[in-house]
């Protein structure tokens, strides 16, 4: 089956407790794309990748870190949270030119105390 | 800048009938995507339905239908024979087909309410 797969879904951390949100998607899409949903705020963009080792800041990458390493996988790192990164964590991909939209993960709801 | 408005915070519908949900969109450009994404409480995002610009056609997926409006930049999702699993959160979204990023610009959602 198509998907992409995250994890995990729900976390509880502390405040400086380094985490990683793990993203893997089946469809050899070039593009993956992490988002955080906000009530009020809509999706807002963190990370973006294009390609392996290609990797850019969205709109909101203040706090956290990607990797490319492969072209499956793509993790959102938080190497010191805060409790302003409480939020929910959509991981996408999609074929970097095609008129198809994402393929979402089934999110993180993170809480940071 | 790439903006999606969609002025309807929340709809109800009574189960059976239809529903239209509304969305306009502002960009220079000429060639784009325009999409439907639904999230129920499970909070999957999920695709409904897509439209190209450059096809006058509008799209249709099983119940749901889309009003495309190009010179009025406008993108309307028809819901119709509602049902109770059509309950969720309804999100547009713009996808640039020539912007370097090809992020989705989303809409602030609306969330759609079915009566039984």
């Known amino acids: 089956e198509a998907q992409v797969t995250q994890n995990p879904r729900y976390l509880i951390t502390v405040t400086g407790k380094k985490l990683t949100v793990t993203c893997s998607q089946n469809m050899n899409h070039e593009y993956m794309s992490w988002y955080r949903q906000d009530p009020g705020l809509g999706l807002r963009q963190i990370y973006y990748?294009?390609?392996?080792?290609?990797?850019d800041k969205g709109d909101v990458p203040e706090g956290y870190k990607v990797s490319r390493k492969e072209k499956r996988n793509f993790p959102l790192i938080l190497e010191s949270p805060s409790p302003n990164q409480t939020s929910l964590y959509f991981c996408?991909?999609?074929?970097?030119?095609?008129?198809?939209?994402?393929?979402f993960g089934s999110g993180t709801r993170l809480t940071v105390v | 800048a790439q903006t999606v408005t969609q002025s309807q915070p929340e709809m109800s519908v009574q189960e059976a009938e239809t529903v239209t949900l509304s969305c306009t969109y502002d960009t220079s450009e000429s060639d784009y995507y325009l999409f439907w994404y639904k999230q129920p409480p499970s909070r999957q995002m999920i695709l409904v339905i897509r439209q190209e610009a450059y096809k006058q056609q509008n799209a249709t997926e099983n119940r749901f239908s889309v009003n495309f409006q190009k010179a009025a930049k406008s993108f309307s999702l028809k819901i119709s024979d509602s049902q109770l699993g059509d309950a969720a959160m309804y999100f547009c979204?713009?996808?640039?087909?020539?912007?370097?990023?090809?992020?989705?610009?989303w809409g602030a959602g609306t969330k759609l309410i079915i009566k039984p």
């Open positions: 996408a991909s999609s074929l970097l030119r095609g008129k198809d939209g994402y393929t």
């Open positions: 979204a713009y996808r640039s087909a020539q912007a370097s990023n090809y992020q989705l610009i």
């Open positions: 990748s294009m390609n392996v080792e290609v990797t």
